[in-house]
């Protein structure tokens, strides 16, 4: 069964740094990949989703990056700022089955 | 605007008290989904619809139901709520019939069961 792992589970960092969350999975056999943001007590909104196939995706300061022979995908801000603060969740989708959500990185960004 | 939407956002309902939480989207997309989120448990899907007519189980699918009898509705039915049905509910969506399209989500329904 697909497991889903996000390290680490809350950041903090000061304004302008570039910073890497991280997300691993246990089966390699996958589809896609999506990165969210979820703001506190709201739904969730897609990031960047990155197929099977590809090794990055990238939106404006975000760079998501897949290698599923190993299992992980990353998620890179460059020039982080307050306004990046949320809990970013990343999602694994094997094909006809459940997407398995990891638990999130909380990340403060501190002015 | 592309959208889910979801209704209620808040409901405070007592134990036995059916309930229904709409869910629908504008974007004509096939797959729709039902996930509860949980302090310390993360986002767990309920039910799943790959399209009118054709529902199925998720993780959790125990004291649900759900039905898919138009494209952009896809409700989701507590017949008897009990207070460990107290979550944040969301609805989702994607274009993708395989679901390997981008999944969108609504804003969340905070469900309260005392």
């Known amino acids: 069964k697909q497991e889903v792992t996000q390290i680490p589970a809350a950041l903090s960092v000061p304004e302008g740094e570039n910073l890497v969350l991280n997300c691993s999975f246990t089966?390699?056999?996958?589809?896609?990949l999506q990165w969210f943001r979820q703001d506190p007590g709201k739904g969730l909104t897609s990031l960047l989703l990155i197929q099977s196939s590809q090794r990055e995706q990238t939106s404006g300061r975000l760079n998501a990056s897949l290698d599923k022979s190993s299992g992980r995908s990353t998620l890179y801000i460059a020039a982080s700022q307050p306004g990046d603060s949320a809990t970013y969740l990343c999602?694994?989708?094997?094909?006809?089955?459940?997407?398995?959500f990891g638990k999130g990185t909380r990340l403060s960004v501190i002015a | 605007e592309a959208q889910v939407t979801q209704n209620p956002r808040y409901l405070i309902t007592v134990t036995g008290k059916k309930l229904t939480v709409t869910c629908s989207q504008n974007?004509?997309?096939?797959?729709m989904s039902w996930y509860r989120q949980d302090p310390g448990l993360g986002l767990r899907q309920i039910y799943y619809?790959?399209?009118?007519?054709?529902?199925d189980k998720g993780d959790v699918p125990e004291g649900y139901k759900v039905s898919r009898k138009e494209k952009r509705n896809f409700p989701l039915i507590l017949e008897s709520p009990s207070p460990n049905q107290t979550s944040l509910y969301f609805c989702a969506s994607s274009w993708d019939r395989t679901n390997t399209g981008e999944l969108f989500f609504g804003e969340g329904s905070r469900l309260t069961v005392l």
């Open positions: 974007m004509n997309h096939e797959y």
């Open positions: 999602a694994v989708n094997s094909g006809n089955t459940p997407l398995v």
């Open positions: 619809s790959m399209n009118v007519e054709v529902t």
């Open positions: 089966d390699s056999a996958i589809y896609n």
